[in-house]
């Protein structure tokens, strides 16, 4: 583990220079010995921020070495997203250029948002200011529920039941129940099980309407992961499109429901898995997980772009990261990146 405290410049250009870099190296060095030691080095798993200097800088370096080294192995970029009010000045620009640098360089990034963080934490834990460590309890969990050893060996993660930990000893929440609030949770790109708009259903591609304000969250791929003593038994570690899944298991009809091809692109195929761990997860009896490839993740881009093309057009900042060595065509990659991903994304409506 490496913790950097440097609040002199919040650019991600900080981190690209000079004795940084010796950081990122120092952490890839400490790294060998333990890949060494394991028989067979699968992947790892990267937790950093992306709206300060030192996690969107070194986070992204750091990965670019480890891709370079481990080639063989999966990369997991957890990457913690700002608020969209605003946490520094630059946040914008570190987080669209660490993300375009995640995307050549990581087999994967689960996106999480702070804003939805803190919705959790004042609207299901009822905690009216929260603490920086409440909000890192709540995306902990999130990220242990998505990564969590299962059945099967495994972007944007939920999970169900929502509630304060002093109250799980007293749920006693059905399969059925979970998945279904985790399954509308899907449909609607929400956050948490509360206020879900039940109203929003599932539609054919060809009768998406641009204009609607109920248009449902389309998705790439999914997986879902029952956590519980009796999740087990059934056809867990399989496509949800497997014929014969039956609706008698947790798996079976946990597969039925999340295998709606209307959830998916039309050109996916087989896109969602459901997998099983008889582990109770987070004290609670039964609990699901959803990690998902959706349109959700438009709110991060959403909120972000706009933002750094405004910034960038008033060349606002820009010369603080030129002074370490980054170029006008590393904005115009980055933001060009950026519109291209929000236009795939929103492409998966309508084809």
Same mark, same amino acid.
């Given at each position: 583990?490496?913790?950097?405290? /440097?609040?002199?410049?919040?650019?991600?250009?900080?981190?690209?220079?000079?004795?940084?870099?010796?950081?990122?190296?120092?952490?890839?060095?400490?790294?060998?010995?333990?890949?060494?030691?394991?028989?067979? %080095?699968?992947?790892?798993?990267? %937790? $950093?921020?992306?709206?300060?200097?030192?996690?969107?800088?070194?986070?992204?370096?750091?990965?670019? %070495?480890?891709?370079?080294?481990?080639?063989?192995?999966?990369?997991?970029?957890?990457?913690?997203?700002?608020?969209?009010? *605003?946490? +520094?000045?630059?946040?914008?620009?570190?987080?669209?250029?660490?993300?375009?640098?995640?995307?050549?360089?990581?087999?994967?990034?689960?996106?999480?948002?702070?804003?939805?963080?803190?919705?959790?934490?004042?609207?299901? =834990?009822?905690?009216?200011?929260?603490?920086?460590?409440?909000?890192?309890?709540?995306?902990?969990?999130?990220?242990?529920?998505?990564?969590?050893?299962?059945?099967?060996?495994?972007?944007?993660?939920?999970?169900?039941?929502?509630?304060?930990?002093?109250?799980?000893?007293?749920?006693?929440?059905?399969?059925?129940?979970?998945?279904?609030?985790? $399954?509308?949770?899907?449909?609607?790109?929400?956050?948490?099980?509360?206020?879900?708009?039940?109203?929003?259903?599932?539609?054919?591609?060809?009768?998406?309407?641009?204009?609607?304000?109920?248009?449902?969250?389309?998705?790439?791929?999914? =997986?879902?992961?029952?956590?519980?003593?009796?999740?087990?038994?059934?056809?867990?570690?399989?496509? +949800?499109?497997?014929?014969?899944?039956?609706?008698?298991?947790?798996?079976?009809?946990?597969?039925?429901?999340? *295998?709606?091809? /209307?959830?998916?692109?039309?050109?996916?195929?087989?896109?969602?898995?459901?997998?099983?761990?008889?582990?109770?997860?987070?004290?609670?009896?039964?609990?699901?997980?959803?990690?998902?490839?959706?349109?959700?993740?438009?709110?991060?881009?959403?909120?972000?772009?706009?933002?750094?093309?405004?910034?960038?057009?008033?060349?606002?900042?820009?010369?603080?990261?030129?002074?370490?060595?980054?170029?006008?065509? /590393?904005?115009?990659?980055?933001?060009?990146?950026?519109?291209?991903?929000? %236009?795939?994304?929103?492409?998966?409506?309508?084809?």
């Amino acid at each position: 583990m490496l913790a950097v405290q /440097d609040t002199s410049d919040s650019s991600l250009s900080h981190f690209f220079s000079g004795e940084r870099r010796k950081a990122a190296r120092a952490v890839l060095v400490d790294t060998e010995p333990k890949a060494e030691r394991c028989d067979y %080095l699968e992947g790892m798993v990267m %937790l $950093h921020s992306a709206s300060g200097g030192t996690g969107s800088g070194l986070g992204s370096y750091l990965t670019e %070495l480890l891709a370079d080294a481990y080639p063989s192995a999966a990369l997991l970029n957890c990457v913690v997203c700002p608020y969209s009010a *605003g946490e +520094v000045s630059v946040q914008n620009f570190n987080l669209l250029l660490t993300l375009s640098r995640l995307a050549e360089h990581s087999s994967a990034v689960l996106a999480i948002e702070n804003d939805q963080a803190g919705n959790i934490c004042r609207q299901v =834990l009822k905690l009216e200011r929260p603490t920086f460590r409440d909000l890192n309890d709540v995306i902990a969990t999130h990220i242990t529920a998505a990564v969590v050893p299962s059945t099967l060996a495994a972007s944007n993660a939920g999970a169900v039941p929502q509630m304060p930990r002093a109250s799980a000893a007293f749920t006693s929440d059905t399969w059925p129940a979970i998945t279904k609030r985790l $399954h509308q949770m899907h449909v609607c790109g929400a956050a948490h099980d509360l206020c879900l708009d039940w109203r929003v259903t599932p539609q054919p591609s060809e009768n998406f309407n641009f204009n609607s304000t109920s248009n449902f969250n389309k998705s790439v791929s999914s =997986l879902v992961t029952l956590h519980g003593h009796d999740a087990a038994p059934g056809p867990a570690a399989a496509p +949800v499109a497997m014929p014969g899944a039956s609706e008698s298991t947790a798996a079976g009809f946990t597969a039925d429901m999340f *295998g709606n091809a /209307d959830l998916y692109a039309a050109w996916c195929q087989a896109p969602a898995m459901v997998c099983t761990s008889a582990l109770p997860l987070n004290g609670f009896e039964r609990s699901a997980s959803l990690l998902s490839n959706s349109q959700s993740v438009l709110r991060v881009f959403d909120a972000a772009t706009p933002r750094a093309q405004q910034m960038f057009a008033a060349r606002a900042f820009v010369h603080q990261y030129q002074q370490h060595g980054l170029e006008t065509a /590393d904005f115009e990659a980055a933001l060009m990146w950026a519109e291209q991903t929000r %236009l795939n994304y929103r492409g998966l409506s309508h084809g």
